[in-house]
């Protein structure tokens, strides 16, 4: 457990930072880490005065809470200040090095507060990666007041937390930093060097575009150019560096994929419409810009799984087996040998013949169940297995398919208020071309059924 217990007994002082600000030692992230919650950076939305946060401090008042957000946006800053303006003790644990035992402790600090006549405010860190029975001791705790929680995670709280957990804490979600929260850390990291960022104005962007909203990562890339020479070999001064010089420099690649904004749908978006418009080598180049700008390899297995389904359907039934077997094969090999799985696929579904009736069908069917309603089934098709059931009709003329000539009865199965519809209407490529001769054939059967039975077979009746 790494729990560190300090005041903010006075409802507002700011805390201490560790160490004298001024001391070179100490990473310039650290150095420059907010001392009032005024000074944090790009989480307007919760620490305004409109913000949810922000009406809780000026109520005076603190609930448990959840913070959501990706690395380097303060989470831990956050609540550290919090814990300050409120007036709670501050303790802080990580769900990676915790356990049972490291819980147990936590809450007898908490007690020993208490006895003092002090809250406390317990910062769990990636409380995600704690079990569930885990994340169900902090409930006792939370409802009778021995602690208000503040848990931080960058997984989705809807998914890796309790519902119980959840239902006593409220989800605040911190955002990655824009251009304008980065340009001020920038900005404070030259006031605190007391000399400006040796770079022009695209390297200065290019620097914020590195860091890829991560505040801290922002920071860090000023301080390593900060420390860069400013005189060559012949005493001269270098000229300010560009985005090429800083991506050289820093031994940094510059981002030119933002995971999270306009890159990430820009190109997962090119991706798709490349496969859908049956050109493997555009598709391939764009599967290797996004792995090439960190994009998550299991997040380009599900999107391949959603062309197989959506854009080529039945026209080639391979493609889905295929597909889920790519996302299995990069599970069994992991980066970088899976990702070829994910290339052989990728080439697969863009040459691949093309098809969106299953896809258009499924959505004509849910537009049509949705406007129904509790229309019943008709009642030659329900079971009847009370004799109560059977006297109201439940199951009467219904014809067993595999006794009927050709294993096709040709009877109806949609709701009588409804009648028969039709939704799927495959296409004549690939192997779909096939499943339109069997409706045909089935069609042709069903005419010919209703023909011979007066036409009761094709219109709800009991057949």
Same mark, same amino acid.
């Given at each position: ?69 990706? +690395? ?10 919090? $814990? ?10 990580? $769900? ?132 860069? +020479? ?9 000229? +300010? ?11 940094? =690649? ?47 297995? =599900? ?53 969106? $009736? ?56 949609? +709701? ?48």
């Amino acid at each position: 457990m790494t729990a560190d217990l300090f005041g903010g007994a006075d409802g507002g002082a700011p805390l201490a930072p560790e160490g004298p600000v001024d001391d070179p030692t100490r990473p310039l992230a650290d150095r420059l880490r907010p001392t009032t919650l005024e000074e944090v950076v790009g989480q307007e939305h919760l620490l305004g005065a409109d913000g949810p946060l922000g009406r809780m401090l000026s109520a005076g008042r603190l609930g448990s809470v959840i913070l959501w957000g990706p +690395p380097g946006v303060g989470k831990t800053t956050v609540a550290r200040l919090l $814990a300050a303006r409120v007036g709670l003790s501050f303790i802080q644990i990580s $769900a990676i090095f915790s356990g049972v035992a490291e819980l147990r402790k936590t809450f007898e600090t908490a007690r020993a507060e208490r006895r003092r006549g002090r809250s406390v405010l317990l910062f769990v860190d990636e409380i995600h990666r704690f079990n569930r029975a885990q994340q169900d001791s902090f409930l006792p705790h939370m409802e009778d007041g021995l602690i208000t929680l503040v848990g931080a995670t960058t997984e989705n709280p809807s998914f890796e937390l309790n519902a119980a957990l959840l239902s006593r804490a409220q989800v605040m979600i911190l955002r990655r930093l824009d251009e304008a929260a980065l340009e001020l850390l920038l900005a404070r990291a030259e006031a605190a060097a007391g000399e400006p960022l040796p770079v022009t104005e695209e390297g200065r962007a290019a620097l914020a575009s590195m860091a890829d909203g991560d505040g801290r990562a922002c920071l860090t890339l000023a301080e390593e150019a900060l420390a860069l +020479p400013r005189l060559g070999a012949d005493g001269a001064p270098l000229p +300010p560096l560009g985005p090429a010089d800083l991506a050289k420099a820093l031994r940094r =690649r510059a981002a030119v994929y933002d995971k999270n904004r306009d890159g990430h749908y820009g190109l997962i978006s090119a991706l798709h419409k490349a496969v859908r418009g049956s050109d493997p080598d555009a598709a391939l180049y764009w599967l290797c810009r996004m792995l090439e700008g960190g994009e998550d390899p299991m997040f380009l297995a =599900r999107r391949l799984v959603r062309m197989a389904v959506e854009d080529i359907g039945l026209a080639d039934p391979e493609a889905l087996r295929l597909t889920v077997a790519a996302k299995e094969a990069y599970h069994f090999l992991g980066s970088p040998e899976g990702e070829l799985a994910l290339a052989q696929a990728t080439i697969h579904l863009a040459l691949s013949p093309k098809s969106n $009736a299953t896809y258009v069908a499924y959505k004509e069917a849910r537009r049509a169940a949705a406007e129904s309603g509790s229309a019943a089934p008709p009642a030659h098709i329900l079971n009847a297995p009370t004799a109560l059931m059977k006297d109201q009709g439940f199951g009467a003329g219904y014809a067993y398919d595999h006794d009927a000539e050709d294993s096709f009865s040709g009877q109806a199965y949609f +709701p009588e208020s409804v009648g028969p519809q039709r939704f799927y209407r495959p296409v004549e490529r690939g192997f779909e071309r096939e499943m339109g001769k069997r409706l045909a054939y089935f069609e042709k059967l069903r005419a010919a059924r209703q023909a011979a039975d007066g036409g009761d077979r094709g219109d709800g009746g009991e057949g």
